[in-house]
């Protein structure tokens, strides 16, 4: 798993990771075009995405596009802040958007090949003045908590540096450029 900020480089990192891996590699993208800057960030994405992976435009059924990617092969889910924007936008309560992270990321713990996640970490700023923006900022906190628990190696990625996440107890979770499901 890859957290950090907007900007921070996760996805360039992701894309990296995953092209080391070896495999076959299958995108996982959450985000929706529904206004035209989100259709230049969409493009700018695609455009950095080597030609020959496979690509899943997947908002909602986020299990399910990770359950089709072959075993063996590599899986990159961008993003969980998006997956979680798109499922709290149709409706879904806080129960179900947690109980669908769990599920997903013990797939993506469970299953043969690399997975990596990538996901902001918005909880760093100021308390939202609205309910509507802390309960999808306590929500996703609550999703990257369950993603990184299940993670064989999650990487806090800040100004496009990694920084090597420690679980309770004080082991190491991380290497760099080694594989951060």
């Given at each position: 798993m890859?957290?950090?900020?907007?900007r921070?480089?996760?996805?360039?990192?992701?894309?990296?990771i995953?092209?080391?891996?070896?495999a076959p590699?299958?995108?996982?993208?959450?985000?929706?075009?529904l206004?035209?800057?989100?259709?230049?960030r969409?493009?700018?994405?695609?455009?950095?995405?080597p030609t020959?992976?496979?690509?899943?435009?997947?908002?909602?059924?986020?299990g399910a596009?990770l359950?089709?990617?072959?075993?063996g092969?590599?899986?990159?889910?961008?993003?969980?802040?998006?997956?979680?924007?798109?499922m709290?936008?149709?409706?879904?309560?806080?129960?179900?958007?947690?109980?669908?992270?769990?599920?997903?990321?013990?797939?993506?713990?469970e299953r043969?090949?690399?997975v990596?996640?990538?996901?902001?970490e918005?909880?760093?700023g100021?308390v939202?003045?609205d309910?509507?923006?802390r309960?999808?900022?306590d929500?996703?906190?609550?999703?990257?908590?369950?993603?990184?628990a299940?993670a064989?190696?999650p990487?806090?990625v800040?100004?496009?540096?990694?920084?090597?996440?420690?679980?309770?107890?004080g082991?190491?979770?991380?290497?760099?450029g080694?594989?951060?499901?």
């Amino acid at each position: 798993m890859l957290v950090g900020g907007a900007r921070s480089g996760k996805s360039a990192l992701a894309l990296r990771i995953a092209a080391d891996a070896g495999a076959p590699v299958t995108f996982i993208a959450t985000a929706e075009a529904l206004d035209e800057e989100m259709a230049l960030r969409v493009a700018e994405h695609r455009a950095g995405r080597p030609t020959g992976w496979a690509t899943v435009e997947e908002p909602l059924e986020l299990g399910a596009a990770l359950g089709a990617v072959p075993a063996g092969g590599t899986a990159v889910v961008d993003c969980l802040t998006m997956w979680v924007a798109n499922m709290v936008g149709v409706g879904e309560t806080d129960g179900a958007v947690l109980l669908a992270a769990e599920q997903v990321a013990a797939l993506a713990s469970e299953r043969i090949g690399l997975v990596v996640t990538v996901s902001n970490e918005v909880g760093w700023g100021i308390v939202p003045a609205d309910p509507a923006t802390r309960r999808y900022r306590d929500l996703l906190g609550r999703v990257n908590a369950t993603f990184a628990a299940a993670a064989e190696r999650p990487l806090l990625v800040v100004a496009g540096c990694v920084l090597l996440l420690q679980r309770p107890g004080g082991t190491a979770a991380a290497v760099p450029g080694a594989d951060p499901r």
